[in-house]
């Protein structure tokens, strides 16, 4: 499967990798930034939900695994140049970032400093409590 | 000014660089993806323009220093992992793509095929014209 023509006509780096974005496709909340390889891609496709490339853990990562939010994918996009790809998604639960906030991008630079300017929705300490 | 703490802050890869996204401000269009350095971060907060590095050409990239489509920021985030960049932006022209697209993300996975499904909203001679 994964040497289709689909497949292949993503740029993928040298290390097989491009960036992933997913984004809330009902709010336009820009979620969070991940990494693919292609059997990440194809996995995505296969199941309909985000399964990233966890470049710390090195294998495929189900996102939503351990916390239950997961990101059920609506629609798929390619850049111009091929090398990144956009996740249209519905976010269970309405968190994607670790920290238990909405989207990972919740620090916002206020002069010289990033702050941290989104509340938390669900403490860490709950949504990974039974792992 | 680049060994700044907020610059500091910023998980730069091995290579120098971050992926840095960028999104309207106002409709929430994801517009496209890039790469910034220390510098170019540092140059994008200076002139409140998007500036971006070129990994092809190998130096800082003014967004819109040909064909006039800059893209103003508005607003600067940073994800939880501190590896990633948001731009919140107003795009002169309403047209990042140099395909002449209003966003980079025109392909769309249809089955097992990527589609331009976006229109041309200029022509890239007529962008390009005078460079």
Same mark, same amino acid.
């Given at each position: 499967?994964n !040497?289709?023509?689909?497949?292949k006509?993503?740029r993928?780096?040298? +290390?097989?990798?491009?960036? /992933? *974005?997913a984004?809330? $496709?009902s709010?336009?909340?820009?979620?969070m930034?991940?990494?693919?390889n292609?059997?990440?891609?194809a996995a995505?496709?296969?199941e309909?939900?985000?399964?990233?490339?966890?470049?710390?853990r090195?294998?495929?990562w189900?996102?939503?695994?351990? !916390?239950?939010h997961?990101?059920?994918?609506k629609?798929?996009?390619? +850049?111009?140049d091929?090398? /990144? *790809?956009l996740?249209? $998604?519905?976010?269970?639960?309405?968190?994607?970032?670790?920290?238990g906030?909405e989207?990972?991008?919740?620090q916002?630079?206020?002069?010289?400093?990033w702050?941290?300017?989104?509340p938390?929705?669900?403490r860490?300490?709950?949504i990974?409590r039974d792992?």
């Amino acid at each position: 499967m994964n !040497s289709e023509a689909w497949l292949k006509q993503v740029r993928w780096a040298n +290390d097989g990798l491009v960036p /992933a *974005i997913a984004q809330d $496709i009902s709010t336009g909340r820009l979620m969070m930034t991940a990494w693919m390889n292609r059997d990440a891609l194809a996995a995505t496709v296969d199941e309909g939900r985000a399964i990233y490339w966890s470049r710390s853990r090195e294998c495929l990562w189900r996102k939503g695994e351990q !916390s239950g939010h997961e990101q059920k994918v609506k629609e798929i996009r390619l +850049d111009c140049d091929n090398d /990144a *790809i956009l996740l249209l $998604i519905e976010q269970v639960g309405g968190i994607a970032c670790h920290t238990g906030r909405e989207s990972c991008f919740f620090q916002r630079l206020e002069g010289k400093e990033w702050i941290a300017v989104d509340p938390v929705i669900r403490r860490p300490e709950e949504i990974y409590r039974d792992v």
